[in-house]
C-alpha cells in the first residue's frame, strides 16, 4: 500500500508540475520549461534568496514588493517560489481580505501601511493598494471618480514610500486570455485548487477588455521612474517564477555576508533511560 501511495503522490506532484506546461510557449518561442531543469534553476536562485535575506538584516533594508495580475496569472505560485526556503518571519507575505465596514470608512491605502516593511524585513503584497485600480474599478467596488483620484495620488505615495528608503518593486504578470481560460477551467474539477475558485473569478471572467483598459490606464498613471512596473509574461508558470526571482536578485543590491563555518558538537546520549509511555503514534499508511 505504501508503494501505491507513494507512486500516487508522485503521479500528482508531476501533474501538478507540468500544469500549464503543454503547448506552451513564451512569445521569444521558448520550449515549455522541464520539471528538473526548472528545479535545477530555482535551487540556485533559493541559495541567493537566502544570501539576500541575510544581507537585508545585516544592512536593514526595507524592500517591498507588489504582485498584481488577473485572475489565473500565477500570482500565488511565483509568490510561493519567492518564499518557500527563505524565513517567513523576514519575507511577510500580505494578502489582506475584503475591507471591513470600518475599514471603508478610513482614508484609502491606510490599511495597507501598517504592512509595509521595516528594518529588514521584506514585504510582498498579493494584491496591493492596486486593487482600487483593477478588481475594485472593473466590478463595482468603487466608482470612477474614486478610481480617477487613486490614479492621481498613487504616485505621491509612492514616492514617500522610495524617499522613506523602501526599495519598491512593482510586478504585473500578464497572461493570455486563452491561458487564463484555461487555468480557471482547471480549477472547477481539481479537489486541490477549488479553493483558488471564487464567485469573483466568475463574475470577472467576461470582463477581460475592461481589466485591460483599467491595466493600460494604471500603467499611464503609475509607472513612474522612481516607482516603475515590471511586465512578467507568465503563460509558462516555471519561467516566470524564475524571472521574477531573478529580477529581484538584480534589483535589490546585496552582498553575501560571510560567517563562520557551523559544526555539530559531539554530544553523548543514553546518560537518561526515557520513561516507556504508551506514545499514540500516527497511522504510517504511507
Not at 499611464?220 to 521612474?225: I, K, M, R
Not at 529581484?248 to 563562520?260: A, G
Request: contains cysteine.
Amino acid at each position: 500500500m505504501g508503494k501505491k501511495n507513494k507512486k500516487k503522490r508522485d503521479e500528482e506532484r508531476d501533474e501538478e508540475r507540468d500544469e500549464g506546461q503543454a503547448g506552451v510557449a513564451t512569445e521569444a518561442d521558448n520550449e515549455p520549461l522541464s520539471g528538473k531543469d526548472y528545479d535545477r534553476e530555482l535551487k540556485k536562485l533559493h541559495v541567493e534568496l537566502v544570501k539576500l535575506q541575510t544581507w537585508v538584516q545585516k544592512k536593514g533594508l526595507k524592500v517591498c514588493i507588489v504582485v498584481e495580475g488577473r485572475d489565473g496569472a500565477g500570482k500565488g505560485g511565483t509568490i510561493k517560489a519567492i518564499t518557500e526556503r527563505v524565513s517567513p518571519r523576514v519575507f511577510r507575505v500580505i494578502a489582506l481580505p475584503a475591507p471591513t465596514e470600518r475599514e471603508k470608512s478610513q482614508m484609502y491605502a491606510q490599511r495597507y501601511l501598517p504592512h509595509l516593511p521595516a528594518a529588514g524585513e521584506i514585504v510582498i503584497f498579493d494584491r496591493s493598494w492596486y486593487n482600487r485600480a483593477g478588481v475594485e474599478r472593473v466590478m463595482g467596488f468603487c466608482t470612477g471618480k474614486e478610481a480617477r483620484e487613486f490614479l492621481k495620488v498613487v504616485p505621491a505615495f509612492e514616492q514617500i514610500m522610495v524617499s522613506s528608503g523602501i526599495i519598491l518593486l512593482k510586478y504585473w504578470l500578464e497572461v493570455s486570455p486563452e491561458e487564463q481560460e484555461r487555468r480557471l477551467a482547471s480549477r472547477i474539477n481539481d479537489g486541490r485548487k477549488t479553493w483558488k475558485l471564487s464567485p469573483m473569478d466568475i463574475k470577472s471572467f467576461d470582463r477581460w477588455d475592461e481589466y485591460t483598459e483599467a491595466r493600460d490606464e494604471m500603467f499611464a498613471a503609475t509607472d513612474t521612474e522612481f516607482a516603475p512596473w515590471y511586465v512578467a509574461r507568465s503563460e509558462d508558470k516555471r519561467r516566470v517564477r524564475l524571472n521574477v526571482i531573478s529580477h529581484i536578485l538584480e534589483h535589490v543590491p546585496y552582498k553575501e555576508v560571510e560567517t563562520e563555518k557551523v559544526e555539530l558538537p559531539k554530544r553523548k546520549i543514553g546518560r537518561y533511560a526515557p520513561v516507556d509511555y504508551p506514545f499514540k503514534y500516527v497511522a504510517e499508511c504511507f
